[in-house]
């Protein structure tokens, strides 16, 4: 099952040397492409769709994200305003999936929808537990159908409970970023060698390293590393177009190869163990280049306004579009077994749902999130 890690649906911050909204390039795009990815993976195309990559994608631009977003208040303010921090993610995040949930039981209530409705199962996704929930209590009879793709969101507010208050701290005490970095390469290592440890064990399950917490969070890290070692975003766009560079071609295609690799390479204990780790590293030069030289092919398409758009709503659209395909399943199996069908009525469908969602919900807490900037 692939879920979309959650981040906030528009790109915008404020840089250090400006108080004006900025909008940093190509990461709409990039998370257009992992939407569309985990979407068509779901839609019957699992066995030849790397859904589970678009999963690691969105990790990385998280972590790239937030960390960029809490260095530049960092940087303007001397501080990380921790409670602030926790508000503006709550009003993001709780009232769509709220609005959704109520949806799904519904559907579920009115026979429309498979699985089972459990106080401890709601509890368990609205509190970030669902990944935990459903590898030890409950594999998915007591949530409704589709909602099983809440895990990621619990592995990314696992990783925030501790990463704002942590890099505070580390701030305060004074470390250079050359040190956090240190540190946080650490940890990348630490889970790479968890995660070789439990899939070294006679009793091991793929699911155990794959929608845990204490095993997925370097995904995220590797983000927050490219944020602070070498941020794109810092530097003066690229005068010219990568691919024509010797150095910066070759970067590219090696961390092509590398994904490929990953993906091709069905070894259950190198997917469970390697994979994540390698991936990460890869994704490294394709986002420093794809935010650096978003003036330039390939990196422009990222930055159509279509596919922009789809990134806006990319957080709605992962809300929902794993329920659509549900009922359709249940509700209307003909359309279900035409493949493409099936993609192209989650896809508006859930498009649609995004924009009434933009509309109605969102647009309000945009308005209450801006006052705890």
């Not at 794109?232 to 092509?256: G, I, V």
């Not at 990134?311 to 035409?338: C, D, Q, R």
């Amino acid at each position: 099952m692939l879920i979309l890690p959650l981040i906030p649906s528009r790109i915008r911050f404020q840089t250090p040397a400006s108080s004006d909204s900025a909008v940093i390039p190509s990461l709409d795009g990039l998370r257009a492409i992992s939407i569309l990815i985990v979407l068509v993976s779901h839609a019957g195309y699992g066995s030849v769709v790397p859904g589970g990559l678009g999963v690691t994608i969105f990790f990385f631009l998280s972590g790239y994200l937030i960390t960029t977003l809490l260095m530049d208040e960092y940087d303007r303010s001397g501080q990380i305003d921790i409670k602030k921090f926790y508000l503006r993610r709550a009003f993001r995040l709780f009232p769509p999936l709220v609005v959704t949930l109520v949806i799904a039981y519904s559907l579920v209530q009115l026979g429309l929808l498979s699985g089972g409705i459990s106080w401890a199962g709601v509890l368990a996704q609205l509190l970030y537990f669902a990944n935990y929930y459903g590898l030890f209590f409950d594999p998915g009879s007591t949530t409704a159908a589709g909602t099983g793709i809440l895990w990621s969101l619990a592995v990314e507010e696992h990783f925030y409970m501790i990463y704002p208050a942590l890099m505070a701290g580390l701030l305060v005490l004074g470390l250079s970023r050359q040190r956090i970095v240190l540190s946080l390469a650490t940890a990348c290592l630490a889970v790479l060698a968890w995660r070789m440890y439990l899939a070294g064990l006679p009793t091991f399950q793929p699911e155990r390293t794959y929608y845990s917490s204490d095993t997925r969070v370097d995904s995220i890290i590797f983000g927050c590393l490219l944020a602070l070692a070498a941020n794109p975003r810092d530097e003066k766009p690229d005068s010219s177009n990568p691919f024509l560079r010797p150095m910066s071609a070759a970067l590219l295609a090696a961390a092509a190869i590398v994904i490929m690799i990953t993906i091709v390479w069905r070894d259950v204990y190198f997917r469970e163990t390697l994979r994540y780790s390698l991936q990460g590293l890869a994704l490294i030069p394709i986002f420093y280049f794809a935010i650096k030289c978003a003036a330039y092919f390939p990196f422009t398409l990222l930055n159509h306004s279509w596919v922009v758009k789809i990134g806006v709503y990319s957080y709605a659209i992962y809300l929902m579009h794993y329920i659509v395909i549900n009922v359709i399943e249940k509700s209307f199996p003909l359309v279900a077994t035409v493949k493409p069908l099936l993609v192209l009525v989650t896809f508006a469908i859930s498009m649609l749902y995004a924009a009434i969602l933009d509309i109605f919900v969102d647009n309000y807490f945009r308005r209450l999130r801006k006052k705890f900037r």
